[in-house]
Every structure is written in structure tokens, then in C-alpha cells.
């Protein structure tokens, strides 16, 4: 029984490390994950919505005597909520030890920011900024790999309907036509890449818009003629928006992650 203990024993020691040699031998090796980081290079959609405040200043003057203040200005603003659908496309390249991103795009808002005006004195009615569209470009700095940080700028334009005005309770006596304004924008936001869904992205902007003046016909509400006076209007929009982005090709360098 001794012998037949040492031989086995004997045996064992000498198959071990063989056996182990094959098994790790055998053994599949485990690569690495890898993260993808995605890159800002192309063509986007994107749709979303957003908060808006608009302020003016109204000044009435007269239309036979240029120049003439008939009322002091006025100051008076709107508020609301509106949705907006963009595209646009970016280029994204490595500069000075990391990467940057420059785009062209333009949207479009549905809004409906609404305030009360009162630009001849006694005579209110209620002012609707009912949509506004904007086409500019942005430059950015690829903050982390998946988060960028941008400037946007360009021009713009936005609509606001027409104004009935009342004194009091009593029926629209004036009234002022529906009217477009133009102007230039700035604005600053990030995007995130959302790493659930390739290609998708999340982006929110502060945006601040400033418009020319504009001089427009007070006329009768009853025949439409027109009232003897004109209302000068200089208008600010500040907005909010946050919108999903979708990138048509998303992709970038893989990383290795240990």
C-alpha cells in the first residue's frame, strides 16, 4: 500500500504542470472593451422646444409731421413657450493638443410668447411672437469626448401677428398689421453625446436675438385706413431651447478601455 501511495503521488506531481500548461493553453483570452468616441463630423436633424421672453419699446409718432412724438415710449414684453425643428452640419478637427468643431445651420421656431402693449396710451391689445426662423454657424471646443461646448451666432427673423387695440373692455378701435422683424443673434450651449443610442445626441443653447427698428401704420380698426400715426417698435427675444439630435454618422477612433 506505501509503494502504491508514493507512485500515484509520484504521478501527480509529475502530470500537474502539464496539465495545467494545456489548460491555460486552451483557455480563450479576454480582449479588452473598447469605447467608441463619437465624432461631430457630418450632417444632423433634431427637433426639441425651449422658453422665450421678448421685450420692446414702442414710440408713436406722427405720420404728417416726420419726427413728431404724439406718445413717450413705451416698454412692454411677452413670454411663452414655442418647439423648433433644425438641421445643420458639422466638421470636427484635432488642433493645439485636442478638438474643435465648426458648423453651419439654420431652424425654425413655433412659438406663441405672448405680451401686452399699449403704444398710443389708453389703447391695449394683446402682442403674439408666433414664429421665427435663423441660419448661422457655431465654433465649439470637444470638452470630454462625448460633451461639446459651443458659440452660435447669425441672423434671424421673427413674426408677431397683428395687434388689436382697445381702450378698456370697449371694441378694437386701432389696430397694427402683422409684422416681421429682422435682426442677428447670439447664443451659447453643449451637446452630449448619449451613449444608449448611437448617433443620438442632446443639446441645450441660451440664445439672446436683437432686431432693427421697424416704423409701422397705425390704422382703424373699422375700415382698415389709415390713423394719422405711426409706431416705431425695437424688440430683444431671449430663449432657451433644448433639443434631441440625430447624426447621420456617427462613429470616431476606437479607445481601449483597461
Not at 67 to 94: H, N
Not at 230 to 247: D, G, I, M, N, P
Request: charged residues 15%; positive net charge.
Amino acid at each position: 500500500m506505501k509503494k502504491l501511495v508514493i507512485a500515484l503521488t509520484t504521478i501527480a506531481a509529475l502530470t500537474a504542470p502539464v496539465f495545467a500548461a494545456d489548460i491555460a493553453a486552451k483557455a480563450p483570452l479576454r480582449a479588452a472593451p473598447v469605447a467608441y468616441a463619437p465624432s461631430w463630423t457630418g450632417c444632423y436633424v433634431g427637433g426639441g422646444g425651449g422658453y422665450g421672453l421678448w421685450n420692446q419699446e414702442n414710440t408713436l409718432f406722427s405720420a404728417a409731421l416726420p419726427g413728431t412724438v404724439l406718445f413717450p415710449t413705451t416698454t412692454a414684453g411677452g413670454r411663452g413657450y414655442f418647439g423648433t425643428v433644425q438641421g445643420g452640419c458639422d466638421y470636427q478637427f484635432p488642433a493645439m493638443g485636442t478638438s474643435f468643431v465648426v458648423g453651419a445651420f439654420g431652424d425654425y421656431d413655433f412659438s406663441s410668447l405672448k405680451g401686452t402693449v399699449d403704444p398710443v396710451g389708453g389703447y391695449r391689445g394683446e402682442e403674439k411672437m408666433s414664429s421665427a426662423w435663423s441660419v448661422g454657424g457655431r465654433v465649439g471646443w470637444v470638452a470630454l469626448p462625448g460633451l461639446l461646448t459651443y458659440f452660435s451666432g447669425g441672423y434671424t427673423e421673427a413674426t408677431f401677428d397683428r395687434v388689436n387695440l382697445s381702450p378698456g373692455v370697449l371694441s378694437p378701435f386701432y389696430f397694427l398689421d402683422k409684422r416681421t422683424f429682422k435682426g442677428w443673434f447670439l447664443g451659447a450651449g453643449d451637446e452630449y453625446a448619449l451613449s444608449f443610442l448611437p448617433g443620438l445626441f442632446w443639446k441645450t443653447e441660451y440664445r439672446f436675438s436683437e432686431y432693427d427698428v421697424r416704423t409701422d401704420p397705425l390704422r382703424f380698426f373699422a375700415t382698415g385706413g389709415l390713423a394719422g400715426a405711426s409706431v416705431e417698435s425695437k424688440k430683444f427675444l431671449h430663449t432657451v431651447r433644448t433639443e434631441l439630435v440625430y447624426r447621420f454618422n456617427w462613429g470616431g477612433p476606437a479607445v481601449a478601455k483597461y
